[in-house]
Structure formats: structure tokens, C-alpha cells
């Protein structure tokens, strides 16, 4: 064998490439046939492009999940990353631009993404086992900061755009136009399924027939359990899916009749309740124990569904504590309108003007019920002498009397015992009689699960601020956040599970090594940040390619998940 001469130093060239947690993605994403996918519903036509349509689409949903950078900045953020784990190379990647991808965002929105989503889903559905028997629907608002005056709703091609305008923001922000973001997620681990975006302005009560009917598309079948928050609980959407033999579950609203017969009903008499659920306080180690129970009434709603009441302790004792909470800040913001109004220059003069102030007070704080508070006119008296001079023996007084305004309040104990018979207790609806009480119960206790989506999506994927002005390519942005999440999803599911099987309870992956009973996707996606590949070249030719050094951690982590 021939002897190699040894390289010195100078004539070596090493690089150093980052390789993060994108082959971990990129594993999941092949495992759902994602490109493919794209390139059939969102075809190139155009030979003269050398990045698809696809392979666009492909950047910007890895860094979602990844780098989370808008859209103008997606060339810096494949840069120092291994040529291909974007899905381009580097001279592809040079070539990428902002334009680039609002073009591809655009020919995704003209897509038939319905399709496209569905079968998305279904590859992952095959490949993961997600049965689809239990799905749990919300909605949440995004906020836009612009005026956006054209988005009212036009067509874009044969596609209507989403209105942006403003409605009940769910984010608290009444000052910002916003969209509709409605999420389906399933049971078995919280994998989103379904996505569908809304005008700003579009009331939830009126989204559950059209999601139900694609979830109904999408699993194949009817028989699934639905569950959903309050705005389900209409006669309208309850019959359609009950009469295309459809299962749910909903919370009933407090404005129907049957939730003020029980709690009318329970003044005076005492349920048979079951106690299904005693658990430790999950918040404090010495707080009261956590006890669930249920009693399934035994007449039916309006519709002749099955009503089942729910009482929790924990939440009894949360009610009656915030309304303590929230009377004594009526009470102060109530003395300090008194003291006003008996300043020597009072400037509540008016009684409409007190009045509104009063209200004000009362609606701010839902104490309406229990403060009973009623404007009063007092009257002080002075004497005065009725000339001017020294006063003497022969002086004549007058009385001058003037009349100020005053407010009294008192308690109406009444009200207040009235509603303390039922705290912590609120009503379930389905319409399966088959479902024990304990049932409707669990799947009720499952929509977290979605509220939990939501919480990443707007800080751990950071949809808002969205840096687009086109309303198709913010509808089309917000598809790639879904399948974003989905990805995430079953990222979370498969370890979860895995370390279920391995009869392992915990993993140190929060900071100072501590233990993690239910990881999430954005702490192993952190463990893998900076894992990168070392390549050594001479004379142009790479002699040797140096892998991660991963710990044992990684190693189990990558184990676990396939």
C-alpha cells in the first residue's frame, strides 16, 4: 500500500455544518410522504423554476418548526445549515427568496388543500395508528396588526380569502382585526387533524356543521365522538349530528332552561352523586384532594339528549373564592365613587352620570346579582347670618339647605346562598345514552388537549406577528402552521408512548436535568439544537466526514422515537 504524505495543517480545510434537529423533522416528515404530497397538489408547471413549489413550501414549514423566522429572512435561516435538510441544496438555497415563497404560498392557497389535508392526515393516521374515534374542535382568534381594508372577503382566483376584520378576540385585543383559527385535535395524544381558517368575525356556533361533516370525510365514518366546548350545545348542530348518526359531547350554555331548573332543584333537594374521580391536589401538596363526581339526571334535554352534571371540589372552592374576590373589588371601587361624591367639588353632579358609573362597577366585576346599591339624595344644613357684620344678640340666622347625592349598598345574601348551593357544579350534553356518566365525563376532560395546541401554536411557533398583507397568503401560512403542529404532535405522541412501553416514568430534559414526565416537541427539538457535522477537505476533496458526538440522552431520545 502506498505511502500518503501527511497534510499539514495549512492545506486542510474544515467546515462545520449545523445539523440541529432537522433529520429528526425531516424523519417524520418522509414518514407522512409530506413532499410527495406537495408536489402532487401543488405542482410546478413552470420549468423555467428551479425550486418548486413544494420544495418552497418545505422551507418555510421547517422553519416553523425550527427557526421560526418570517418570511423575508428564510435564506439567512437555511445558511449554516447541511446542504438538503431544508429539502434544497445549496444552489437552490441561493436562489431562495421572499418572492419565491409568496409565489408558492399563493399556488398552495389555489389549491384544493381540503384534499391535500386529508390526505395528509390519513398517511399519518396509517403510519402512526390514530384510530380517529374521539375528536375534540376549539377555535381561537389571531390577531393581525394593520387596517387591511381590501380583505373583506374577495375572490382570489376560483378561492374566496378570509375576512380580517374585528370580532370576539380570544386574545383580549377588541383594538386588532384578526382571523379565525379552528383546530380539530384527536384524544389519542392530541395530533391534530382537521384545520380550517374563518373570517375574523364568524361566530363558532355556526362552524360546527361544516368541520363536522369533513371530520366525517376524513375518519370514514360517523361514529366517532365529538367533543367541543359551549358553542356546540345549539338544536341546530346537536340534530345534524345526531341524525347522520353522529356522537357528542358538549357543555350546556347557563342561558338554557334545563341549567336553571337544576339549579332551582337543588336548593332544596340532594343528588345521588358518584364520586368518579379522587385525586391529589395537583397544585399544592397539602391543598384539599382533588373529587370529581357526576349524576345523570334522569330526564332528558329539549332534544331528548342525556344531561349529565358534573361537581368538582376544587372548583367549588375556586368559585366561592373569586366571588369573594371580586365583591370586595366592588366594594372598594364603590367607596371610593362615595368619597367622591362627598368632595367639597364633587364633579358627579349628574344622577345619570352616577348611575353609569355605578353600573359600570357592577358589570366590571358580575356582582350585579349580589350588590344591591341604590342612589339616595342627603341633605346638610348650614346657618347663616342673613346680613353682613359682626354678628350680635339681635342677629338673624337663616337656614340654607343643600342637597348632595349618595350611594348605599348592601348584600343580597339571598343571591349570593343561592348560587353557593351549586358552585362547582356545570352540565354536559350527548346525545349516547350508552355512555356511562364517568364516560361523558373523561371525554369532557380531554379538551385541554387542544388548548394546549393553542398555547404553541401562538408561543412556541409564534403565528403572530404575521409580515404578509395578502389575506390568500395568510390562509395558505396558516396551513403550514397546522401541518406544523401535526408534525409536533406526533413527535410528542411516539416518545410518550415509547417511554409508556419502556416502563419509563420520566426523562431529565428540563433544565438542571430534572425530570419530565410528558416531554413536548419543543424540548427535544432543543436537545438537538446544536448538534452539527464537521467535514475535513484537502485539494478540494473531502477526506473525512466527522459525525455529532451525540450523549446518551440524545441517543435514548432517537432510540425511543423510531
Request: net charge positive; charged share 25%.
Amino acid at each position: 500500500m502506498p505511502h500518503q504524505a501527511a497534510l499539514s495543517p495549512s492545506e486542510l480545510g474544515v467546515f462545520a455544518e449545523r445539523l440541529g434537529p432537522l433529520p429528526l423533522i425531516n424523519h417524520f416528515l418522509r414518514c407522512i410522504g409530506l413532499a410527495e404530497l406537495l408536489e402532487r397538489h401543488v405542482p410546478t408547471c413552470d420549468g423555467r423554476t428551479s425550486i418548486s413549489h413544494a420544495q418552497a413550501l418545505g422551507v418555510l414549514l421547517r422553519s416553523i418548526i425550527v427557526e421560526r423566522e418570517p418570511v423575508y429572512r428564510q435564506q439567512e435561516c437555511t445558511t449554516g445549515f447541511a446542504a438538503g435538510l431544508f429539502g434544497i441544496d445549496a444552489a437552490q438555497a441561493a436562489r431562495l427568496s421572499d418572492d419565491r415563497i409568496g409565489r408558492a404560498l399563493d399556488r398552495l392557497f389555489a389549491c384544493d388543500r381540503a384534499a391535500l389535508l386529508t390526505e395528509v392526515v390519513l398517511a399519518a393516521a396509517r403510519r402512526f395508528g390514530l384510530a380517529l374515534r374521539q375528536l375534540h374542535n376549539d377555535s381561537t382568534s389571531v390577531s393581525l396588526c394593520g387596517q387591511y381594508r381590501a380583505a373583506r372577503g374577495r375572490l382570489q382566483g376560483t378561492h374566496r380569502a378570509p375576512a380580517i376584520t374585528y370580532g370576539y378576540s380570544k386574545d383580549h385585543r377588541p383594538d386588532l382585526k384578526q382571523l379565525l383559527f379552528i383546530l380539530t385535535v384527536d384524544a389519542d395524544g392530541g395530533v391534530p387533524v382537521h384545520f380550517r381558517c374563518a373570517d375574523g368575525n364568524t361566530s363558532n356556533v355556526t362552524t360546527h356543521i361544516e368541520t363536522w361533516n369533513t371530520l366525517r370525510g376524513i375518519a370514514g365514518r360517523a361514529d366517532f365522538l365529538y367533543v367541543a366546548d359551549s358553542k356546540l350545545c345549539s338544536s341546530d348542530n346537536m340534530q345534524h349530528i345526531a341524525r347522520e348518526g353522529g356522537r357528542f359531547v358538549t357543555v350546556m350554555p347557563r342561558s338554557r332552561q334545563e341549567d336553571g331548573q337544576f339549579r332551582r332543584w337543588i336548593q332544596t333537594e340532594s343528588s345521588a352523586w358518584e364520586l368518579v374521580w379522587d385525586r391529589p391536589n395537583a397544585r399544592e401538596r397539602d391543598g384539599p384532594r382533588d373529587q370529581w363526581y357526576v349524576f345523570k339526571l334522569p330526564l332528558p334535554s329539549a332534544e331528548l339528549f342525556t344531561i349529565v352534571w358534573v361537581l368538582s371540589t376544587l372548583l367549588r372552592l375556586h368559585q366561592g373564592h373569586r366571588r369573594q374576590k371580586r365583591l370586595a373589588a366592588a366594594d372598594e371601587h364603590l367607596q371610593a365613587l362615595r368619597r367622591r361624591l362627598a368632595a367639597a367639588r364633587a364633579r358627579l353632579r349628574g344622577a345619570a352620570q352616577i348611575d353609569q358609573e355605578v353600573a359600570q362597577i357592577l358589570e366590571r366585576y358580575e356582582v350585579g346579582r349580589y350588590l344591591k346599591v341604590r342612589r339616595v339624595v342627603r341633605e346638610e344644613h348650614r346657618f347663616k347670618q342673613s346680613h353682613r357684620g359682626r354678628p350680635g344678640p339681635k342677629t338673624v340666622y337663616i337656614k340654607v339647605t343643600r342637597r348632595r347625592y349618595d350611594i348605599e349598598w348592601e348584600l343580597d345574601n339571598e343571591a349570593i346562598a343561592y348560587d353557593l348551593a351549586s358552585d362547582g357544579m356545570y352540565p354536559l350534553l350527548t346525545n349516547d345514552a350508552k355512555l356511562s356518566a364517568a364516560q361523558v365525563l373523561a371525554a369532557h376532560k380531554g379538551q385541554p388537549r387542544i388548548e394546549k395546541r393553542f398555547e404553541q401554536l401562538k408561543t412556541v411557533h409564534e403565528i403572530a406577528p404575521v409580515f404578509l398583507k395578502n389575506e390568500g397568503r395568510i390562509e395558505a401560512l396558516f396551513t403550514l402552521y397546522f401541518l406544523a403542529l401535526l408534525v409536533q404532535g406526533l413527535i410528542e405522541r411516539q416518545l410518550r408512548m415509547a417511554m409508556h412501553a419502556a416502563g419509563i416514568e420520566a426523562l431529565p430534559l428540563y433544565p438542571e436535568a430534572r425530570a419530565c414526565r410528558r416531554p413536548t416537541t419543543e424540548q427535544i427539538l432543543r436537545l438537538f439544537s446544536l448538534c452539527e457535522r464537521i467535514t475535513i477537505s484537502a485539494g478540494g476533496e473531502v477526506v473525512r466526514v466527522v459525525a455529532p458526538t451525540l450523549t446518551s440522552l440524545q441517543r435514548q431520545l432517537l432510540e425511543l422515537l423510531g
